[in-house]
């Protein structure tokens, strides 16, 4: 279930495209926040989106380390809610 660098940065992608890091069935992804609705993703807690992500950093590109940080909180986030 822990959240990885990898999902982070996509969730930060300026690609256009808003993101979500859901927790569905004790794993977490990160989906398109315009699909939560969908049916793959009944019953899905969103953790955080990319927008709300990103308004969080303090500069626009990230280092490697800040990524890490951010997928450790986010862990510990889900971690409080109990999953």
Known sequence: MAVTR???RALLDPSGEDHSLVLLEGRTEVVPSARLTSEPYSGAVEIVSGRDLAATLPSDTPS????D???SRLDTAITHLGA
């Open 6 to 8: 990898a999902q982070v």
């Open 64 to 67: 490697e380390q800040d990524l």
């Open 69 to 71: 940080a951010l997928a």
